[in-house]
């Protein structure tokens, strides 16, 4: 391989390892589906079916509406990353480091939400849906050391799906559904000072860095099922089955003066599969309480690769978890109250990046529904997301390397519409 190729090779390698990072890493595959599951921390989200967005999780929940339902709403998600006793090498005078420390590197991102859910009769139903899985900003300042291992991410992906359920009797109900996936990504990396003073000893004629810009469709499915063992306990499972999504994307990077300065490529991005089990139990009149469990296959991101350039980078992660518990007070015909508490394992191993820390974090949640009449409500759901302190070490084998200790808390909010007909 010329240098030439490396060297964009290595460009493309920066970019889309972040953006592999912001999109499917654990440490930002946030739960955005609804406020009324948000203010829960999303326990008993595959089952209590109190609106339509409960689509989003489980078909099959369908079979539990007796009128046409709509819920359409928003979520913001606001990052709050810091990077804290980091230093940054230079490959070209390895004597001379840098302070890396860097604090507010997140932003906020909004991720909005239809959903449509329409019985035909006592045994089918049908639904719309359309939501954002993933939507994550960060960005770091022009001259921060380094910069070549932060700079500016904004990824986004939109699921268009529709859904079908079957009550095969009183106590089962079975659902599927096909989901359209969008997803797009801009990530720029100029080149830091240190980087731009490696890339004039290679003599090459521009520092511009990376500036990608990729977009991509795929097609998945899902499944679920619905046991209610009377009308006041109830238990619902599902799967989803998550594709590769192929983005094709227009790389601008530093380029030697005989050689073009763009690469067009394909980026084979793999999507985790997931899985979860719900339940749901109404105590009295005043309580109920509900849980979940999701099981989410990150091990499926074990390299990244593109059609022409082959394989940018090894990752070697492990399968995700969450576990959450919620509970839900019936305070009267106006209002109902509701909190969560969840535990949300790391996907990321022994690769990490400064860009998206990845870490367990804890989920503490509370919300409510405010009942405008019979027919409609508002709900309103808030999380604190705390994450725990990681050793970074990211090292891009041409200009030079990053350690520190990385810190990702998140605050999200969500404000939803429901009605019946």
Do not use: C
């Amino acid at each position: 391989m010329n240098n030439t190729r490396l060297f964009q090779k290595t460009l493309i390698a920066v970019a889309i390892s972040v953006t592999a990072q912001q999109s499917f890493a654990a440490g930002f595959q946030l739960n955005a589906q609804s406020a009324t599951g948000l203010g829960r921390a999303f326990a008993g989200d595959a089952v209590i079916a109190d609106n339509a967005s409960v689509i989003a999780k489980n078909p099959a929940a369908m079979a539990l509406f007796d009128d046409v339902s709509l819920s359409l709403g928003v979520e913001s998600i606001t990052t709050l990353i810091d990077v804290d006793n980091a230093t940054y090498t230079n490959y070209r005078d390895s004597s001379k480091q840098t302070n890396a420390d860097y604090s507010g590197a997140g932003d906020t991102s909004f991720a909005p939400n239809i959903y449509l859910v329409v019985p035909i009769n006592e045994k089918f139903a049908w639904g719309l849906n359309a939501y954002s899985n993933f939507g994550t900003k960060t960005e770091f300042d022009n001259g921060y050391a380094g910069y070549e291992f932060g700079g500016k991410t904004d990824v986004k992906s939109f699921n268009f799906g529709v859904v079908g359920s079957y009550r095969i009797n009183q106590q089962w109900s079975l659902g599927a559904g096909l989901d359209l996936i969008y997803g797009q990504g801009k990530f720029k990396r100029p080149l830091s000072p240190q980087a731009q003073a490696l890339v004039k000893a290679l003599n090459l004629s521009s520092g511009v860095g990376t500036d990608l810009d990729a977009d991509g469709w795929a097609v998945g499915y899902n499944l679920g099922a619905v046991y209610e063992y009377n009308e006041n306990n109830r238990f619902g499972v599902d799967y989803h089955y998550s594709p590769d999504l192929k983005a094709d994307g227009d790389v601008e990077s530093a380029k030697y003066s005989q050689a073009s300065g763009s690469i067009s490529d394909t980026v084979v991005m793999p999507l985790p599969d997931f899985a979860e089990f719900s339940g749901y139990h109404r105590l009295n009149d005043d309580y109920a309480v509900h849980y979940s469990i999701q099981w989410i296959k990150w091990s499926e991101f074990d390299v990244l690769a593109a059609d022409t350039s082959g394989i940018i980078n090894q990752y070697q992660w492990k399968d995700g978890w969450h576990y959450s518990l919620g509970g839900t007070y019936f305070l009267n015909q106006t209002w109902t109250l509701r909190a969560g508490y969840m535990y949300d394992t790391s996907a990321q191993d022994n690769i990490r990046s400064i860009s998206v820390p990845d870490s367990d974090r804890q989920w503490l949640s509370a919300g409510f529904t405010y009942h405008l009449d019979e027919k409609s409500n508002i709900d309103f759901g808030f999380t604190y997301l705390i994450g725990e302190d990681v050793s970074v070490t990211e090292d891009n084998k041409t200009f030079g390397k990053i350690t520190g200790t990385t810190h990702a808390d998140a605050v999200l909010l969500g404000l939803q519409y429901s009605r019946s007909f």
